[in-house]
């Protein structure tokens, strides 16, 4: 018993490294088509837009500041797993660089997992740097420890994580037109509550879509901006972050089986 633990544990161990050195890849190829450096660069304006409005001459615009901070950060992250989403895969199978790797002793699981994680890599580098730069920024100016911004912000982050997983899915059979507008109706649905999709439709039409609805992710489950904006009267229930953050890691592992399941069966 104790040698096929020993085993199991050397073939997971030896899975989990090819997967890394994927994931190693991936970023190596992004450090050269200089991705960091443009996010580097956008976290320099938004730090110039930000000190180049008075946001914080009265309460209210503190405010007005998180409102618009958390909401155009939650955008980029979106824009940044769209982009990384459908140029990862499918420009690797277009240019039949995937076979360079699969004629290697490395399976189709190891392959896309590597991907996705390296190209996570890129969303909690934007999320990480936008974060801080806006904590810092409030006590710039405030004096105030906001650490929530920091879970308002990694919820953004689970939510890009699901897109990318979701457009990555996509991106094994679909073109990147097509993968874009897929994309964003899908995160459109995703938004919209529950009520609303009740109310814009009827009959059969109604049902289908409040199943499918129930079945997708609800993001706004995963946004806590207005809790931020009013958090001083009402502060957030820390159990509240903690479980939208295993609600989001759950989607996220369920497209990602789904990735592995179809990438597995594709012909190359």
């Known amino acids: 018993?104790?040698?096929?633990?020993?085993?199991?544990?050397?073939?997971?161990?030896?899975?989990?490294?090819?997967?890394?050195?994927?994931?190693?890849?991936?970023?190596?190829?992004?450090?050269?088509?200089?991705?960091?450096?443009?996010?580097?660069?956008?976290?320099?304006?938004?730090?110039?837009?930000?000190?180049?409005?008075n946001f914080f001459?009265?309460?209210?615009q503190e405010r007005v500041f998180y409102d618009i901070s958390l909401t155009l950060i939650g955008i980029f992250l979106l824009i940044l797993a769209i982009s990384l989403g459908i140029s990862n895969i499918a420009h690797e199978i277009e240019r039949r660089i995937v076979y360079t790797f699969l004629s290697k002793p490395i399976s189709r699981d190891e392959y896309?997992?590597?991907?996705?994680?390296?190209t996570s890599f890129f969303l909690f580098f934007a999320y990480l740097l936008f974060s801080i730069e806006c904590f810092l920024i409030v006590y710039f100016y405030t004096k105030k420890l906001?650490?929530?911004?920091?879970?308002?912000?990694?919820?953004?982050?689970?939510k890009s994580m699901i897109i990318l997983a979701f457009c990555m899915l996509l991106s094994i059979f679909v073109s990147s037109p097509v993968n874009i507008t897929l994309t964003l109706l899908f995160y459109t649905f995703c938004?919209?509550?529950?009520?609303?999709?009740?109310?814009?439709?009827?009959?059969?039409?109604?049902?289908?879509?409040?199943?499918?609805k129930l079945f997708l992710p609800y993001f706004d489950y995963l946004n806590i901006t207005q809790g931020v904006v009013f958090a001083a009267?009402?502060?957030?229930n820390p159990w509240y972050v903690f479980f939208a953050f295993i609600y989001g890691i759950c989607y996220i592992i369920f497209f990602l089986s789904l990735c592995n399941l179809i990438f597995s069966k594709k012909e190359l």
Do not use: C, W
């Open 1 to 53: 018993m104790g040698s096929k633990k020993i085993i199991k544990t050397e073939i997971m161990l030896n899975k989990l490294g090819k997967t890394i050195a994927i994931a190693k890849y991936t970023i190596d190829f992004e450090f050269r088509r200089f991705l960091p450096h443009t996010i580097v660069f956008l976290g320099l304006v938004f730090v110039g837009i930000s000190s180049s409005f």
């Open 233 to 236: 009267g009402t502060p957030i």
């Open 146 to 158: 906001v650490l929530i911004i920091f879970a308002a912000l990694g919820l953004q982050l689970i």
């Open 112 to 118: 896309f997992v590597g991907k996705f994680l390296g």
């Open 191 to 212: 938004e919209l509550s529950v009520l609303y999709v009740s109310t814009i439709s009827e009959g059969i039409l109604q049902k289908i879509l409040l199943y499918t």
């Open 57 to 60: 001459g009265m309460r209210f």
